[in-house]
Nanobody
Framework: QVQLVESGGGLVQAGGSLKLSCTASGRTASRYAIGWFRQAPGSGREFVAV????????LYGDSVKGRFTISKDNSKAAVYLQMSSLMPEDTAIYYCAATLQRGTTIARFYQYWGQGTQVTVSA
């Protein structure tokens, strides 16, 4: 079992920045890669970013490349999503999730999910 808790969401103006945090716990948490997804109202779950726990390599969704950065702190069992140059279309619930499949961007291959944190970007 892996427990994931997100924090850091909120309301920000377009062009602003926000940093999300995801804390992982559980005896086997270190085996998993942690990724971020988001879901806007009326839309499916969209891949945002993922990092492998062991070597830190990262993948990004096309819509966030160059604006978002995923990072991790092994000592705190935490993964962060630094979001910059935010746009209204970034408005969504952001979820962190854990997977054993290296580099996957497909939501159904993630075994554990957090409760989500709302990010709202005003125009």
């Amino acid at each position: 079992q892996v427990q994931l808790v997100e924090s850091g969401g909120g309301l920000v103006q377009a062009g602003g920045s926000l940093k999300l945090s995801c804390t992982a716990s559980g005896r086997t948490a270190s085996r998993y890669a942690i990724g971020w997804f988001r879901q806007a109202p009326g839309s499916g779950r969209e891949f945002v970013a993922v990092t492998r726990w062991s070597d830190g390599n990262a993948l990004y969704g096309d819509s966030v490349k160059g604006r978002f950065t995923i990072s991790k702190d092994n000592s705190k069992a935490a993964v962060y999503l630094q979001m910059s140059s935010l746009m209204p279309e970034d408005t969504a619930i952001y979820y962190c999730a854990a997977t054993l499949q290296r580099g996957t961007t497909i939501a159904r291959f993630y075994q554990y999910w957090g409760q989500g944190t709302q990010v709202t970007v005003s125009a």
